[in-house]
């Protein structure tokens, strides 16, 4: 699988997930300065997680109008999947790739622990390896993971399938107690229609190697490979 992480300035989990893609792969990702303007030939697109631009203006904002964000739409567009994680969840809402906005966490402190998330819906390369409503220990890190979106959107990502995660407590019920940062219907991650864009706040990559407290999230990338695999 040919992979690429892009990597902006205030990125700081670019490192983990391309460690996390070459311990599933066995291939190192390209990792893409941001001031490039094309990729290399991939299979699949990472944007880290991290503090792009230093979250001045808006989580994101500023990232998304990086020149290399071009290319990523418009393979995103032609169906190469990608992956936003965190930072790159509110790059990929600022772009318009996938809908709604991610706003100051609800009770407006950032937030750095481990919480509990269910698989919503297995049909994509990025959680075919788990089983529907599976119950995950992920870490989150974020300031701005309130996730929003107006109702009539919220309605349509419920009916298409297209909520990926949801925030749960740890024995898996959906709950004001499970939700760390007040994102509506304790949505977590979404899709875009094909299901080959994918917005998630956790971080996956840091729970793929046991030293680091869990593998929950090595699942994720393991299935992309095999997804994937040409």
């Not at 995103?76 to 965190?86: D, E, R």
């Amino acid at each position: 699988m040919r992979s690429a992480v892009i990597v902006f300035p205030g990125s700081n989990c670019d490192r983990d997930v391309a460690v996390a893609l070459e311990r599933a792969s066995g291939v190192a990702p390209s990792m893409v300065w941001h001031r490039e303007t094309s990729l290399p030939p991939v299979d699949f697109i990472v944007l880290p997680g991290g503090f792009s631009y230093g979250d001045y203006l808006r989580g994101g904002a500023i990232a998304a109008r990086s020149p290399v964000m071009r290319d990523v739409e418009a393979k995103a567009k032609s169906g190469v999947p990608v992956l936003g994680i965190c930072n790159g969840f509110q790059v990929l809402t600022e772009i318009g790739l996938l809908p709604g906005i991610l706003m100051r966490n609800a009770g407006l402190k950032f937030i750095c622990r481990d919480v509990h998330v269910a698989v919503a819906d297995t049909g994509s390369v990025f959680t075919g390896s788990y089983e529907k409503d599976q119950v995950l220990r992920i870490p989150v890190a974020h300031n701005e993971g309130n996730y929003f979106a107006d109702e009539a959107t919220l309605d349509c990502l419920e009916a298409s399938g297209r909520i990926a995660f949801r925030y749960t407590t740890p024995d898996g019920l959906v709950s004001e107690a499970g939700n760390p940062n007040g994102s509506a219907r304790n949505i977590a991650g979404i899709y875009n229609e094909d299901r080959t864009v994918m917005g998630l706040m956790p971080h996956p990559e840091r729970v793929v190697d046991p030293a680091h407290g869990g593998t929950d999230g090595a699942g994720m990338f393991a299935g992309l490979v095999k997804a994937l695999a040409r």
